[in-house]
């Protein structure tokens, strides 16, 4: 089964608007990270925002914060204020085992974003 | 945030050479590196885990002889990938554990062999 999924391939936004790219993930353990990455074309992966799964309250960092719903295992990044240079690929990913061992990322398929002036 | 450099930012090579990718992180000790392969319009798949000081880790189906991992220092790690052919042509990235367990990711490596 699919640790991590992304539904939309793509989405388009208007400028200064909001808009949410869905993520719903699978998990056993209790102790996990979910966190989201921006890829723009040029490849580099930049980090965006980080939700550990005891965490209470939605994280947010800026224009971007992250719809945390637990039990329906749902990760869900925001977007404020859309910019034209919010235009590129995001990828949800999650870590499982929280805090230990060297436990890699699992990603999901990526969802494009483009923003419409 | 943390920040990975990884260079060279692309390379094109004769086939049958081989290619030397680092990582190095600038602002934090990373003791596990994670080297991923990204295709097209694909997602992230990873190729292995490396550990300052021991072997690598590989994921299955990857080539340990092909992809040489070193991870000599806290704040270096090399990916080789050794006798390289046309099917090896692909975006390589590295990312490295930082503070709050966050993975902060290197620009990326777009080889491609000829």
């Known amino acids: 089964a699919q640790k991590i999924t992304q539904t939309q391939p793509g989405m388009f936004v208007q400028e200064k608007e909001a808009v949410t790219l869905d993520c719903t993930y699978d998990?056993?353990?209790?102790?996990?990270?979910l966190f989201w990455y921006k890829q723009p074309s040029s490849g580099e992966m930049i980090f965006l925002i980080y939700q550990g799964s005891y965490d209470e309250q939605n994280a947010t960092e800026g224009r971007y914060s992250l719809n945390f719903q637990k039990a329906r295992k749902s990760a869900n990044l925001v977007i404020s204020a859309s910019q034209l240079g919010d235009s590129a690929m995001y990828f949800c990913?999650?870590?499982?085992?929280?805090?230990?061992?060297?436990?890699?990322?699992?990603f999901g398929t990526g969802t494009r974003l483009t923003v419409i002036p | 945030g943390a920040v990975v450099s990884q260079h060279p930012s692309w390379v094109i090579c004769k086939s049958g050479t081989s290619v030397k990718i680092e990582c190095r992180s600038l602002?934090?000790?990373?003791?596990?590196m994670f080297w991923y392969r990204q295709f097209p319009k694909q997602s992230l798949m990873l190729m292995a885990t490396s550990n300052e000081g021991s072997k690598a880790t590989y994921e299955q189906g990857v080539e340990k002889d092909k992809f040489l991992i070193n991870h000599a220092s806290l704040t270096l790690s090399t990916l080789t990938v050794t006798s390289a052919h046309p099917e090896d042509s692909s975006f390589y990235i590295c990312s490295g554990r930082g503070r709050r367990d966050v993975c902060y990711f290197g620009s990326g490596t777009r080889l491609t062999v000829v």
């Open positions: 990913a999650m870590r499982e085992g929280q805090r230990t061992g060297a436990n890699n990322l699992f």
């Open positions: 602002d934090f000790q990373a003791t596990t």
């Open positions: 998990t056993s353990d209790q102790s996990y990270g």
